[in-house]
Structure formats: structure tokens, C-alpha cells
């Protein structure tokens, strides 16, 4: 449901230092995940995406490790510039085309 | 060429009107969505169509009717707007899984 109340975590960072964002998923069904980035003022962006059958997988800068016996989800970024100022978002799914979001995190990098 | 577009950008509107989002892919997706953005950036699905035909449909209210008058085009119809419409809508469209999103139409009802 709504995460009615709660405020958006954020995450502050220094440019050049690595971030990680968490994310819990809910349902033990899903198999496919992807990590989206927002900016100001735009739709959310595909990022990286990771399998039920992999518990890890990289991209350029960008890490996502899974892990299923806790439903944990988490990005890593190398060396955060200020263009990866955004708010993250996770997104499980479970049935083709359905995806569940999860609340997001604003991550801040200072320059 | 932007992949994914939306109509308007901004929609200021009093409650009780009926308006009108329109959104358009080049990307020949057979897919497509309507996603609702709350101001605690929550994003939820509200529609999806796959070639023209409604697929998802996440209990929103009548009120919202999707159009989708070929398969590069989902319209959203909101009639009798209420105070708590006032949200982003997104678009969207994917060929697979991946969803490429529009750029959102924010909408306020006064």
C-alpha cells in the first residue's frame, strides 16, 4: 500500500565517495527488479535491473546486489558525482508488467 | 524525438471539472501505463494496456477512464476532479520489462 506519513530517507554523500541504497521488497514471488533514478522535474530513469537467479550484477558506476533470503535490495554507486543527485527508486515485479515501486530514497552529494 | 510525451506539462484545474492527459510513444512498444505520483514521491499503477487493450486495472476509481486509440497512444480522462487528483501522472511505455517513462504531467486542483 501507500507508505502514507513517511518521510523520503535521504542519503547524503560527498562527490567521489561510494553510495548505497537499500530497498526491502515485500513479496517472496518476485523475480525481476529494476532500480530507477528520478530527477527534478522528470519521470524515473532505468538505472540496472537484476534476476531472481543472480545475486549480484554490475553496470558502469552502478552495482545491485540481491539478496532473497532477507528480500533486500541495494544500490551501489562508485564515486557519486553531483549528476547522480536523484531520488532512487526499486521496483519488484512478480507478473509481467505489473511492478510495485518502492518509496524511494533522495540522495544528496555534496560537492 | 522524445520517446515517451505527455499533454500538458501543468494542469491547474477547480475541482469538478473533467480534463484530459494525453501521452504518445515513438518507441513501438506494445505497452503502455499510467503511473500516479503522490507529493511523498509514492509512485503506483493506475492502468496498463497492452495493443489497445486494458490489461491492469488497480481499482482506481471510475472516475479515471483510459483511452487508447492505437497501440502509440494511452489518453487519461479524469472526470469530476477531487482535491486528492492533485498528483504527477506518469506515462509510460515497455517492450519487455523495461519501462521508459514520460515526463510527467503535474496536475492541481484547486
Known amino acids: 500500500g501507500e507508505s502514507v506519513g513517511l518521510h523520503l530517507p535521504t542519503l547524503s554523500v560527498q562527490e567521489g565517495d561510494n553510495s548505497i541504497i537499500n530497498c526491502a521488497y515485500s513479496?517472496?514471488?518476485?523475480?525481476?527488479f529494476i532500480w530507477y533514478k528520478q530527477e527534478s522535474g522528470k519521470g524515473p530513469q532505468f538505472i540496472i535491473d537484476?534476476?531472481?537467479?543472480?545475486d549480484k550484477r554490475q553496470g558502469q558506476r552502478v552495482t545491485v546486489l540481491l539478496n532473497k533470503t532477507v528480500k533486500h535490495l541495494s544500490l551501489q554507486i562508485a564515486a557519486t558525482q553531483p549528476g547522480d543527485s536523484a531520488v532512487y527508486f526499486c521496483?519488484?515485479?512478480?507478473?509481467?508488467?505489473?511492478?510495485?515501486f518502492g518509496s524511494g530514497t533522495k540522495l544528496n552529494v555534496k560537492p | 524525438d522524445t520517446a515517451v510525451s505527455q499533454t500538458p506539462k501543468y494542469l491547474v484545474t477547480q475541482m469538478g471539472n473533467d480534463k484530459s492527459i494525453k501521452c504518445e510513444q515513438n518507441?513501438?512498444?506494445?505497452?503502455m501505463y499510467w503511473y500516479k505520483q503522490d507529493s511523498k514521491k509514492f509512485l503506483k499503477i493506475m492502468f496498463s494496456?497492452?495493443?489497445?487493450?486494458?490489461?491492469i486495472n488497480e481499482t482506481v476509481p471510475n472516475r479515471f477512464s483510459p483511452k487508447s486509440p492505437d497501440k502509440a497512444h494511452l489518453n487519461l480522462h479524469i472526470n469530476s476532479l477531487e482535491l486528492g487528483d492533485s498528483a504527477v501522472y506518469f506515462c509510460?511505455?515497455?517492450?519487455?520489462?523495461?519501462?521508459?517513462f514520460g515526463p510527467g504531467t503535474r496536475l492541481l486542483v484547486l
Open positions: 521496483a519488484e515485479n512478480n507478473n509481467f508488467n505489473k511492478f510495485y
Open positions: 513479496n517472496s514471488a518476485s523475480d525481476y
Open positions: 518507441l513501438g512498444h506494445d505497452t
Open positions: 509510460a511505455s515497455s517492450h519487455k520489462e523495461t519501462q521508459y
Open positions: 537484476i534476476r531472481s537467479n543472480m
Open positions: 494496456y497492452n495493443n489497445k487493450e486494458l490489461i
